[in-house]
């Protein structure tokens, strides 16, 4: 489990092709690896990685077919500059918002502009996701717990302050670049709990049910 909040940018510093897989060697630029064993989750730009190999400035990782077929990892090249999150620890500040490392799909960046000292990022969504994005809900791009600050169909306006800018690698992304999504956990066990209530049960979704389940306040309290 990861917070979307990066620790570091790193690289991407060889790449092994093994038949449909690929052996990756990421270079971890000032990430901390004292404490990083073998077996142990790294999120590169989004995704769980297992170290399989640790060294004092990097790590190599192994990626299967499945995960190159749904990240961005699958047009890794050297030179790749990407995102490194370690795993959770216990005790540990939340600072961004849950994230599992699993990428939802990927997106494409569709408008880069100026706003104010920060930059605004329109992304577009697989059309699949596009009900799990909600205005001022929390979004993981590239390995970065990020706000929405607007929906418009399967497209979302992200704002990337100075500082996200400077210790990601977001302030680089352009229009026609493709990002790694993951969308908010909770989204994703709210729709697995109304299916379960069947389909006619879900019918009765309105304000009362909510009410009755916490996510709003009663009129009136």
């Not at 093994?18 to 060697?25: C, E, N, T, V």
């Not at 329109?122 to 799990?132: D, G, M, T, W």
């Not at 929405?148 to 996200?164: S, W």
Request: proline share 3%.
């Amino acid at each position: 489990m990861f917070t979307g909040i990066v620790e570091a940018v790193g690289g991407i510093g060889r790449v092994e092709t093994r038949g449909a897989d690929l052996r990756l060697r990421i270079d971890a630029g000032a990430l901390d690896m004292s404490d990083v064993r073998p077996g142990d989750s790294i999120a590169v730009s989004g995704v769980c990685l297992t170290a399989v190999d640790c060294a004092a400035d990097g790590f190599w990782a192994d990626v299967s077919r499945e995960t190159l077929e749904h990240t961005t990892l699958r047009t890794a090249r050297v030179g790749t500059r990407v995102n490194l999150e370690k795993a959770l620890a216990a005790g540990s500040r939340l600072g961004g918002h849950l994230v599992s490392g699993h990428v939802d799909g990927v997106g494409v960046v569709r408008e880069r502009q100026p706003d104010g000292q920060s930059v605004r990022l329109r992304i577009e969504a697989p059309a699949a996701l596009a009900c799990y994005i909600a205005q001022k809900g929390s979004i993981c791009v590239d390995g970065v717990s990020l706000t929405v600050n607007a929906v418009d169909g399967a497209r979302f306006d992200l704002n990337i302050v100075p500082h996200t800018a400077h210790q990601t690698t977001l302030a680089a992304l352009s229009a026609g670049q493709r990002v790694n999504l993951e969308v908010d956990l909770i989204a994703r066990y709210l729709e697995r709990l109304l299916n379960a209530r069947g389909p006619d049960t879900n019918a009765g979704l309105d304000e009362d049910f909510l009410a009755a389940h916490g996510f709003r306040s009663e009129p009136g309290s």
